[in-house]
T-cell receptor, first 111, second 115 residues
């Protein structure tokens, strides 16, 4: 059972729309990553969070530690935002260096 | 370019052949990770090095897999007697222990296809 759940699995939007991708996890974490992966490409780290909110350009990431939930928002979406967005967590405890990943959300932004 | 690099980017091989992949981490990073990603799934942890010591291996890493980081810099991942089920993207990441939140930086990946 995957311990990091993302929703939705697939998302299609029109250019300019506001987009939200959600991530839930099961136990305490020390950090949460939001990552971007283009088709056939490697992974780029967008954010790493342990609390609160971060913003970079049109991207905003929030985390609620008590609810074990994080969201990635994209404002004024653009076709170049089309990619797979992956949530990954680093759990508290012994093996707290490795990441556990969600399955990803495939975002398609149409012009 | 001072990011994480991986070589080759793509590898096609026949079942039963051996393959070796290389990862060069960011130069000052002392932690190195290998992950595997199959189609439609998120990456899964394979193994982890701190300097030259391999500190954890996932149960996903069968006896046909071996990873090394001989001088605590670059790392190699070898798969012996490849099987079709080994077809995947192999991702390498590195980080610097002690840095706030120990952020991992990923390479471009090596895509392996076993025919």
């Amino acid at each position: 059972k995957n311990e990091v759940e993302q929703s939705p699995q697939n998302l299609t939007a029109q250019e300019g729309e506001f987009i939200t991708i959600n991530c839930s996890y099961s136990v305490g974490i020390s950090a949460l990553h939001w990552l971007q992966q283009h088709p056939g490409g490697g992974i780029v780290s967008l954010f790493m969070l342990s609390s609160g909110k971060k913003k970079h350009g049109r991207l905003i990431a929030t985390i609620n530690i008590q609810e074990k939930h994080s969201s990635l928002h994209i404002t004024a979406s653009h076709p170049r935002d089309s990619a797979v967005y992956i949530c990954a967590v680093r759990y508290d405890g012994g093996s707290n260096y490795k990441l556990t990943f969600g399955k990803g959300t495939l975002l398609t932004v149409n012009p | 370019d001072t990011g994480v690099s991986q070589d080759p980017r793509h590898k096609i091989t026949k079942r039963g052949q051996n393959v070796t992949f290389r990862c060069d981490p960011i130069s000052e990073h002392n932690r190195l990770y290998w992950y595997r990603q199959t189609l439609g799934q998120g990456p899964e942890f394979l193994t982890y090095f701190q300097n030259e010591a391999q500190l954890e291996k996932s149960r996903l890493l069968s006896d046909r897999f071996s990873a090394e980081r001989p001088k605590g810099s670059f790392s190699t991942l070898e798969i012996q007697r490849t099987e079709q089920g080994d077809s995947a993207m192999y991702l390498c990441a590195s980080s610097l222990a002690g840095r706030v939140l120990d952020e991992q930086f990923f390479g471009p990946g090596t895509r392996l296809t076993v025919l």
